[in-house]
């Protein structure tokens, strides 16, 4: 489940009838009407008024509760500082990263790189497909698919702003502020959005204590004092535009503009010595991200409608690393400057028709994914290196109702991915070997539309994703050899769920299994040296549970439970890292009066293993429990105080070994909704 009590919810009993007439939200996927429910039982919509609600303001605080993912804040290799999110096990190089429809990923990295850098603060609704992936999301979609749906106005004028102060036990310690502006004039409207999120640090709980000696330059040693987490700043900026027009019964278009920029520090390594440990000391000066993109939904003819998406994307980052704790000087070995220059070009178009008593989809998919690698300390031959590759998808989905209360869907797509260009820089610049991969996949689901409100769903899918150029290409400065022969990723996945209510309550729950097979993996090949390979087989079996709903006047509560094991069938000794056996979440909104509202929240998660130490030995990281608080006093029908509370009884966890999380802090903010 997700955590609105009842808005956010997977549309329960749509027709084939409804489905045809009813085309996705501008920007949406699966998401129709101004209601934002999905026309897939199996894909969740979490809402801007589930942002609200728990005062989330980056998207792995919104994603934290959804049963079934799984958010690892900085836990991309935790030396780096980058954070990503697994859904049912699958990471983000399986499971594609779209805002309003458009890939949004990085090109060589092939995935979103730190969720932590977007922010939730101009959008509408967040779509997570788990089961049945319509083929308008996209090739890649392993492991499902999330799509992030952009603000858009429904009144001639709009507006909301919200500034406040964040504090821990030191005072205060960061800033936010941002707001959104939105205009309709006739069929014409327009939205901007602008934020600003500054972070100068954050402490760690108070039961944390040093391990093992303090360093002292030069000498190693424990780099972390209790108190102030070092190097954990982090400032996010972002505008955003969209200019739309709706060209009558179904026809909508929108041009969309986006700036972002931040920089962040890495804390470094706080865990007990470990003779193994390479300490890093890193920062990332810039994360920049900016682009365009072009929105279109065509009503051609009754029950015959065009979606159309076209885009471009520029991303560029640095990140330094220096030669020792003074964060000052790049003289060793160990030392870099490494920047990306990144851009993406590409487009989509979807028909979907009325055939027959059902609908059909047309899918069709093209996206161009430059890299540009300069060093420019320590010297290389040469200093940029060029990557190029082409991707393209083509796809067919047919939905059919065959009786009162059935539907099947069925779809089919073909994938493809040229390597145009990839130079290695220990060869001076000469060409890896290029190859072309393509992968074919199938999907079928059947809907039982128990009654009104209530389904049963039962889906199974074979699909493939191919590996990025970061998985074959990259020396992960000099700890890495490259494979440009790595063959795509397979999953077969079966899905099994039900949603519906008992009273005004609404529960949820699902059984899934993934079989995988030429999982990619990194292998150690010499000490200290590792390659991705494809080692095998894995299978990913879990279970969510979730309910939620009025237990008595102003009182709701919602739970979800999720339950997702990992194991490799080719080498049962292999570890699979990074997530939870078991994790939990539930929440209780009390309003004792109307001007009033309180929200506490808990998170649960098992103890996982780790493999951000330099043995690789699958470290354990024990659970952990943490709770927030928000509660709100509304001073007007406009405006309100809200009073954030975040791990309340500040307790020390870790998600990696060796990378403590933050303590206890607490935000006053006040916001106007107008």
Request: hydrophobic share 35%; with cysteine; proline share 6%.
């Amino acid at each position: 489940m997700n955590r609105c009590l009842g808005i956010s919810i997977s549309a329960l009993c749509l027709a084939g009838t409804v489905r045809a007439e009813e085309a996705p939200l501008l920007g949406a996927v699966t998401v129709t009407g101004t209601r934002l429910v999905s026309s897939e039982p199996a894909t969740t919509v979490v809402t801007s008024e589930d942002f609200e609600r728990f005062d989330d303001l980056r998207l792995t605080e919104a994603l934290s509760a959804v049963a079934g993912l799984s958010p690892t804040p900085g836990a991309r290799g935790s030396p780096r500082g980058e954070s990503r999110v697994y859904l049912r096990g699958f990471d983000g190089l399986q499971t594609p990263f779209l805002v309003d429809g458009v890939p949004f990923y990085i090109s060589w990295d092939g995935e979103p790189t730190d969720l932590d850098r977007f922010t939730l603060f101009d959008l509408a609704a967040v779509e997570v497909s788990k089961g049945y992936t319509p083929v308008a999301f996209g090739p890649g979609t392993l492991g499902g698919a999330i799509n992030l749906v952009t603000k858009r106005p429904t009144r001639e004028f709009e507006a909301n702003v919200a500034a406040g102060l964040m504090t821990d036990r030191n005072g205060a310690n960061g800033f936010r502020a941002d707001g959104n502006l939105g205009m309709r004039h006739g069929q014409f409207y327009a939205q901007l959005g602008a934020s600003y999120l500054k972070r100068d640090s954050w402490d760690l709980p108070s039961g944390f204590a040093p391990a093992g000696a303090p360093a002292t330059f030069p000498q190693p040693g424990n780099l972390q004092p209790s108190g102030e987490r070092l190097r954990s700043y982090a400032r996010d900026r972002k505008v955003s535009l969209k200019l739309g027009m709706e060209a009558g019964e179904g026809s909508e278009y929108a041009l969309v503009l986006y700036d972002q920029h931040a920089e962040k520090g890495v804390p470094p390594y706080a865990g007990p010595p470990d003779p193994n440990q390479r300490f890093n000391y890193f920062d990332w000066p810039y994360w920049n991200k900016r682009g365009i993109y072009l929105l279109g939904q065509t009503a051609i003819a009754p029950g015959i409608s065009l979606r159309t998406r076209a885009y471009y994307d520029k991303f560029g980052n640095s990140l330094y690393s220096y030669d020792d704790l003074t964060y000052s000087t790049m003289f060793t070995r160990r030392a870099f400057q490494s920047q990306y220059d990144d851009h993406s070009t590409g487009g989509s178009v979807v028909l979907d028709a009325r055939l027959g008593p059902g609908t059909a989809s047309l899918a069709g998919h093209l996206r161009n994914d430059y890299h540009k690698d300069i060093q420019t300390y320590p010297a290389r031959v040469p200093p940029t290196l060029y990557f190029h590759d082409r991707t393209w998808s083509v796809g067919a989905e047919y939905r059919l109702p065959i009786a009162e209360h059935y539907e099947v869907a069925v779809s089919v797509s073909r994938d493809a991915r040229k390597a145009i260009q990839a130079q290695d820089q220990n060869q001076a610049g000469a060409s890896f070997v290029l190859g072309d991969q393509a992968a074919t996949n199938f999907q079928g689901e059947l809907v039982w539309h128990v009654d009104a409100r209530s389904n049963v769903h039962l889906s199974a899918a074979r699909r493939g994703r191919f590996p990025s150029q970061f998985e074959r290409y990259s020396y992960r400065l000099g700890s890495a050899v490259p494979n440009p022969d790595l063959k795509l990723e397979r999953a077969t996945t079966i899905d099994l769920g039900y949603t519906g209510f008992v009273g005004e309550e609404r529960i949820e729950a699902s059984v899934f299994q993934s079989r995988l097979s030429d999982l990619i993996q990194a292998v150690t090949v010499s000490p200290g040296v590792t390659q991705n390979q494809n080692v095998g087989d894995a299978r990913y079996t879990g279970l969510e549970l979730g309910g939620s709903g009025p237990i008595a006047e102003g009182l709701r509560v919602g739970i979800n439970y999720t339950y997702v094991n990992r194991v490799s069938l080719t080498t049962p000794q292999r570890i699979l890292f990074g997530i939870p056996r078991h994790s939990g979440f539930a929440y209780l909104e009390w309003r004792p009066v109307d001007a009033v509202e309180i929200v506490p929240s808990v998170t649960v998660n098992s103890g996982r293993l780790t493999s951000d130490v330099a043995s690789a030995n699958g470290e354990p990281v024990a659970g952990f429990t943490t709770m927030d608080l928000r509660a709100s006093y509304h001073l007007t029908k406009a405006w309100r105080v809200d009073l954030v509370g975040r791990n309340v009884f500040d307790r020390l966890y870790q998600v990696d070994l060796g990378y403590p999380r933050e303590g206890r802090t607490v935000s006053l903010v006040v916001k106007g909704d107008f």
